[in-house]
């Protein structure tokens, strides 16, 4: 059982440059999330999920696009990185249960990108 | 602006003593998480206590709910050195299906 599994676990990106973070998870979850860590920030939430097809914007989603046209797959699309866009990012998933409340969810490792 | 404060945002320890770290939040949720993140990896589900629940335990870990208050408390006790980690707190808000996070505590056992 992978988990969730983010690539390129590392990147380098000229300003104005797109690219695609990838996200993908094996445990059937409906929840899925982005988030960036910045020094002294805190984990923020850019883009989530509650299902295939439904997205929604989180606390910082400029520049940001994703899809989630299947249950597994939830890609990340910077459209034109820039050096504010330097960060450590990380993709989670979870279930969704009837009750109040999320199970807690699985992280992946994260992809650090470097925008210069 | 973040949902949660931890407070403190480092603290150093002996190992064997117990470690607390705090979080307060702003609006109603309908449950509190909290995870380990260690230095360069990914984060770690810890514990999850909802918010009709006033205390919660999982091996060395317990965690209360104060939600006259906003706020919870994780204490870890008879620390290791391998707990040296960022220990971070999550809400879910009852309204929206956002899990939003504080801004952690840096927490480093000494052995």
């Known amino acids: 059982n992978a988990g969730v599994t983010q690539t390129p676990k590392f990147q380098v990106l000229k300003t104005g440059q797109s690219m695609t973070l990838q996200c993908a998870q094996d445990m059937n979850h409906e929840y899925m999330s982005w988030y960036r860590q910045d020094p002294g920030m805190g984990l923020r939430l850019i883009h989530y999920?509650?299902?295939?097809?439904?997205?929604d914007q989180g606390e910082v989603p400029n520049g940001y696009n994703v899809s989630r046209s299947t249950t597994e797959d939830f890609p990340l699309r910077l459209l034109s990185a820039a050096p504010s866009q330097t960060s450590v990012y990380f993709c989670a998933s979870s279930m969704k249960t009837r009750d109040r409340g999320l199970y807690g969810y699985t992280f992946g490792s994260g992809t650090r990108l470097t925008v210069v | 602006s973040q949902q949660g404060e931890e407070d403190p945002q480092a603290l150093s320890i002996q190992e064997g003593e117990n470690a607390t770290m705090n979080c307060s939040y702003k609006?109603?949720?309908?449950?509190l998480q909290w995870y380990r993140q260690n230095s360069g990896r990914g984060l770690v589900h810890l514990i999850l206590?909802?918010?009709?629940?006033r205390e919660k335990h999982s091996g060395r870990l317990r965690v209360t709910l104060d939600t006259s208050k906003k706020s919870s408390s994780l204490l870890i006790t008879a620390s290791r050195a391998a707990d040296t980690a960022s220990y971070f707190c999550?809400?879910?808000?009852?309204?929206?299906?956002?899990?939003?996070f504080g801004e952690g505590t840096q927490l480093t056992v000494n052995p």
């Open positions: 999920s509650v299902g295939a097809g439904i997205t």
């Open positions: 999550a809400s879910r808000q009852t309204s929206g299906s956002r899990l939003t």
């Open positions: 609006t109603s949720i309908n449950n």
């Open positions: 206590i909802r918010s009709n629940e």
